[in-house]
């Protein structure tokens, strides 16, 4: 409805505009900052899940863990590996695969080794990108800006979100990495000269039926739209205002590209946490760890084991849709 | 988040009142006086070299509002308006924006009542996000749906 109708409606009275008072509230970047920080919680939260994702993938492949040993993780203080081999630890607590004194491999592929330092990356990334964002949420953009004590009016240049911008690519360029080692992890599960079980984990081997084979297209479109997402928008616009806005950082548009790597990474890490289930449900069942437990049920509460052929794309949206809502994240934090 | 996309109350501080009348003296002190002041007395971006008379001051805010309304593409959702009206509002309660205290409130009626602009994504670069908040900000000019 016109705006005009719904102030009434809401019986808000309106001012007169005094100097000033259009680039008072005109001249900030609340938009970029504001988008931001729904793209920063949601991508906190698919982080978590891709993580606990590469856990249970773990725990399905009967992985070597040691190098999340906290003794070998110590000797190389990388930002955030640290961190996240102590979650990864955490989410296996009390899993068989911690006690296995002959894990089935010596080495495992990279995929499922790196988890910690390269989805740790990524969470160090978010830490970074965050304290960007909060330091133009908690400051004042405005040009020019009122100094109350000093009583003067000056001109800024605190409009100027480059360091947003960069943050958020390198986010987005972390969150790429994190897909890659998950579409492989996935890939390797279902392949049996790697994971030992049915090919494409199929429940009933023989005849015709797929089983997640046609979900490996999916995933290989997810990984590479994200990706191609990834890519830097780069330094250059074109000169605005008669050349005298010659340059921008089109933060705006670089967090919504990092929303959209996030929204595809979320349907990711559910793709993942249901082929991981469906190779611990085929496994020999050993115990889970409390987290991938934890994990595990949160895949079995929306999704059901696959066993005849059915079409999965919902199963994944519907995943997606509550780790999206915090659930997974709920469930792991209790 | 909580604001958002839950819908939650905000509320503006007791001490934030007075530094927002401060400001705002500060910056009819300036408009009254004769120092070339960009945005109070002369126009904006290539316009910075364009004096803007006392009598011009007035209607310049609500052409400045409208004339960078010029977003165009999909509509941000919900959670989307209410995160840029809430930063927009935290930022002016600094009081480094002078803005006239009585729109603080505003906005924060707009977020309570969930009076929500429509505003279209394409059209800022990121060296203030004019379009869109210039879009979230016509019905203070008297334009725009919501």
């Known amino acids: 409805m016109p705006a005009r109708k719904a102030l009434h409606t809401a019986n808000i009275e309106l001012p007169t505009l005094g100097p000033k008072d259009a680039i008072a509230l005109l001249n900030a970047n609340a938009y970029g900052i504001g988008t931001g920080a729904l793209a920063l919680h949601d991508a906190g939260l698919v982080l978590q899940a891709q993580t606990a994702a590469g856990a249970l993938s773990l725990e399905a492949a009967g992985a070597n863990l040691s190098p999340t040993?906290?003794?070998?993780?110590?000797?190389?203080?990388?930002?955030?590996?640290?961190?996240?081999?102590?979650?990864?630890?955490?989410?296996?607590?009390?899993?068989?695969?911690?006690?296995?004194?002959?894990?089935?491999?010596?080495q495992d592929p990279l995929s499922f080794r790196c988890l910690a330092p390269v989805n740790g990356?990524?969470?160090?990334?978010?830490?970074?990108?965050?304290?960007?964002?909060?330091?133009?949420?908690?400051g004042a953009g405005d040009s020019p800006a009122v100094l109350v004590e000093d009583e003067e009016l000056m001109s800024t240049v605190n409009f100027d979100t480059t360091a947003v911008s960069l943050a958020f690519e390198s986010l987005g360029l972390a969150l790429s990495h994190t897909a890659a080692i998950a579409?492989?992890?996935?890939?390797?599960?279902?392949?049996?000269?790697?994971?030992?079980?049915?090919?494409?984990?199929?429940?009933?081997?023989?005849?015709?039926?797929?089983?997640?084979a046609t979900v490996q297209k999916t995933v290989s479109a997810l990984?590479?739209?994200?990706?191609?997402?990834?890519?830097?928008?780069?330094?250059?616009?074109?000169?605005?205002?008669?050349?005298?806005?010659?340059?921008?950082?089109?933060?705006?548009?670089?967090?919504?590209?990092?929303?959209?790597?996030?929204?595809?990474?979320?349907?990711?890490?559910?793709?993942?946490?249901?082929?991981?289930?469906?190779?611990?449900?085929?496994?020999?069942?050993?115990?889970?760890?409390?987290?991938?437990?934890?994990?595990?049920?949160?895949?079995?509460?929306?999704?059901?084991?696959?066993?005849?052929?059915?079409?999965?794309?919902?199963?994944?949206?519907?995943?997606?849709?509550?780790?999206?809502?915090?659930?997974?994240?709920?469930?792991?934090?209790? | 988040m909580a604001v958002a996309r839950a819908g939650a109350a905000v509320r503006i501080a007791p001490a934030v009142a007075p530094r927002l009348e401060r400001a705002r003296r500060i910056v009819e002190h300036f408009a009254s006086g004769d120092r070339a002041v960009y945005g109070l007395n002369t126009g904006l971006g290539a316009a910075v070299d364009t004096a803007l008379t006392q009598d011009e001051i007035a209607a310049f805010q609500r052409?400045?509002?409208?004339?960078?309304?010029?977003?165009?593409?999909?509509?941000?959702?919900?959670?989307?308006?209410?995160?840029?009206?809430?930063?927009?509002?935290?930022?002016?309660?600094?009081?480094?924006?002078?803005?006239?205290?009585?729109?603080?409130?505003?906005?924060?009626?707009?977020?309570?009542?969930?009076?929500?602009?429509?505003?279209?994504?394409?059209?800022?670069?990121?060296?203030?996000?004019?379009?869109?908040?210039?879009?979230?900000?016509?019905?203070?000019v008297g334009q725009g749906e919501a």
């Open chain 1, 69 to 106: 040993d906290p003794r070998v993780v110590a000797l190389r203080r990388a930002p955030g590996q640290v961190g996240a081999s102590r979650l990864i630890r955490s989410l296996m607590k009390g899993s068989d695969l911690l006690k296995a004194r002959h894990p089935r491999r010596v």
């Open chain 1, 121 to 138: 990356a990524a969470f160090d990334q978010l830490d970074r990108t965050e304290a960007a964002v909060l330091a133009d949420l908690n």
């Open chain 1, 183 to 212: 579409t492989f992890r996935i890939a390797k599960l279902m392949s049996p000269g790697f994971s030992g079980l049915p090919r494409f984990l199929t429940p009933k081997a023989a005849g015709a039926r797929t089983g997640f």
């Open chain 1, 223 to 334: 990984e590479a739209e994200i990706r191609h997402l990834a890519l830097p928008l780069g330094a250059m616009t074109a000169p605005v205002a008669d050349g005298v806005e010659d340059y921008a950082p089109m933060t705006p548009r670089v967090i919504e590209k990092t929303h959209e790597i996030v929204r595809r990474l979320a349907r990711l890490a559910a793709i993942e946490l249901v082929v991981a289930a469906q190779a611990v449900d085929l496994g020999d069942r050993r115990k889970l760890g409390r987290g991938t437990g934890q994990a595990f049920a949160f895949v079995r509460k929306h999704v059901a084991r696959l066993d005849e052929d059915r079409p999965t794309g919902p199963d994944f949206e519907r995943l997606a849709a509550a780790l999206l809502a915090g659930e997974l994240g709920a469930a792991l934090a209790a």
């Open chain 2, 63 to 140: 052409q400045a509002v409208m004339a960078r309304a010029v977003g165009v593409g999909s509509f941000l959702a919900t959670d989307e308006v209410r995160a840029t009206l809430f930063v927009r509002l935290v930022g002016i309660t600094r009081g480094a924006s002078g803005l006239s205290p009585a729109f603080a409130t505003v906005i924060r009626d707009m977020l309570d009542k969930g009076l929500h602009p429509r505003a279209r994504r394409i059209g800022t670069l990121g060296e203030a996000d004019l379009s869109p908040l210039a879009q979230l900000f016509l019905p203070l």
